[in-house]
């Protein structure tokens, strides 16, 4: 922690992006009246030297001592966070550098708040009682969770996506400062992806074609057993189970979440996996990512749900042999699919498909779906990760649509399906786990919301 800041400090931990020029000296440029006429006023009060041209400020003198210049950006500043479009004289002090820092990083946040204060809230545990930072996306707030944690900073992450700050105001204010050092955030995932992947991989090297799912389903069985309220296997071989993590008002819509076990021939079993940067297949056979991919993606999805008591209502359904034309789906007993709302499958090709109908079978309307895509552009401003409505190729959903649940089928990354020249783009295939886990967290906000 430090004692004495220099002008770099002091505008960084005031929410600003300066710059150290090449004499030793600080430089910042502001684009927007709100961040000239709040600086230009902290400036007036703490009586500082400096020199501006428009928007270009150069500051070589002495700054004013930290109690001064921390007294007066308290003073000033709103504390009205909300949205993305944020300002620095909109956030309560220490967390100015913390939240600007973190957009500057694409962790998108929509409110901060520097503690509780009304005796309701005080009442509350005490390590969801002091300074916070709500996320946009469960995305953004995994990788802000994690960054703290590896910089040695106490925090924990609520079931409603804000980031609790366990630290002193010395503690916050130091916060600011390592965030300021950081060039890119996304490397803290690594350990994160890293645990999908070894569970996807375990998940590819089990044998299991249409007819012969057996082991597929009792190591489901195995795993599940600690994830799920309640899992069978029904008489099909088909592995069922529901999941309902409290936390919204009222009843809870319920979302069924599928993938197949079987896998198209047993030509890849056996076969070395292989891996250039992104891209898995196999040496010589199927990779089978159809549809195992999505089978390892559901559960990584229920790890985070557990993890961190996301609230949802969920039932899985992981079916046999669908790839002989969806016969365990339809073997599965209607009475497991009642109060479902809405069905998401991850068995598709490509990166950003939402499967909204075959050619001659709505699996829900186009309008039913939007939500989906407008979730995948929150998640990522890259227009080719914005995921779209499509016609797509027969699958489980069949049945699911049929008992007229609105059912989507959803692209989990892989291509060339039932050839030896299968693959997986791995990056896509960890985007659709975390626009899973954005699906499930909206219907359960809408649903809550409308009552």
Not at 404 to 412: C, E, F, K, T
Request: proline share 3%.
């Amino acid at each position: 922690m430090k004692t004495h800041y220099d002008w770099y400090d002091l505008l960084v931990l005031t929410g600003f992006m300066p710059h150290k020029d090449y004499m030793g000296g600080t430089t910042l440029f502001l684009h927007n009246s709100d961040d000239t006429d709040f600086l230009d006023s902290l400036l007036e009060r703490t009586k500082a030297e400096f020199k501006k041209d428009r928007g270009f400020y150069a500051f070589s003198s002495t700054p004013p001592t930290a109690s001064v210049w921390f007294k007066g950006v308290s003073e000033l500043v709103g504390g009205m966070e909300s949205g993305s479009n944020v300002h620095a004289r909109d956030i309560e002090f220490p967390l100015n550098a913390v939240v600007m820092q973190l957009k500057r990083l694409n962790i998108e946040t929509v409110e901060s708040c520097k503690g509780f204060h009304n005796r309701h809230q005080q009442a509350g545990p005490t390590r969801y009682r002091g300074a916070y930072v709500k996320f946009l996306t469960w995305r953004g707030a995994f990788i802000a969770e994690t960054m703290l944690k590896s910089g040695g900073y106490c925090c924990e992450l609520d079931p409603y996506k804000r980031l609790f700050i366990n630290e002193g105001t010395d503690g916050i204010l130091d916060l600011g400062l390592w965030l300021n050092g950081i060039p890119d955030a996304y490397h803290y995932r690594k350990p994160l992806l890293e645990k999908r992947e070894r569970r996807l991989i375990g998940f590819l090297d089990i044998p299991g074609v249409s007819g012969n799912e057996q082991e597929v389903g009792e190591h489901l069985m195995t795993i599940l057993k600690n994830r799920l309220d309640t899992l069978w296997m029904d008489e099909a071989g088909n592995v069922l189970g529901t999941l309902t993590i409290p936390g919204g008002r009222g009843d809870a819509p319920t979302l069924l979440l599928s993938a197949h076990m079987d896998v198209k021939d047993s030509s890849g079993e056996g076969k070395e996996m292989l891996r250039v940067e992104n891209i898995l297949r196999r040496e010589g056979g199927i990779l089978g990512a159809d549809d195992r991919a999505g089978i390892a993606a559901i559960i990584n999805t229920l790890d985070m749900l557990n993890q961190y008591r996301i609230a949802c209502n969920l039932k899985v359904a992981f079916t046999v042999l669908e790839e002989v034309g969806m016969r365990g789906a339809e073997q599965i007993d209607e009475s497991f699919f009642e109060g479902v709302t809405f069905a998401v499958s991850l068995d598709r090709r490509g990166e950003t498909d939402i499967v909204v109908r075959t050619n001659d079978i709505e699996y829900c309307q186009e309008t039913e779906a939007g939500f989906i895509s407008y979730l995948s552009k929150q998640l990522w401003h890259n227009e080719g990760f914005h995921y779209k409505a499509v016609e797509g190729g027969r699958s489980d959903l069949i049945v699911w649509s049929q008992l007229g649940i609105p059912s989507v089928n959803l692209s989990v990354g892989y291509s060339d399906e039932h050839k030896e020249s299968e693959s997986l783009n791995l990056d896509a295939w960890h985007r659709v786990q975390d626009l899973l886990l954005e699906i499930i967290t909206y219907k359960m906000e809408v649903a809550t919301r409308r009552r």
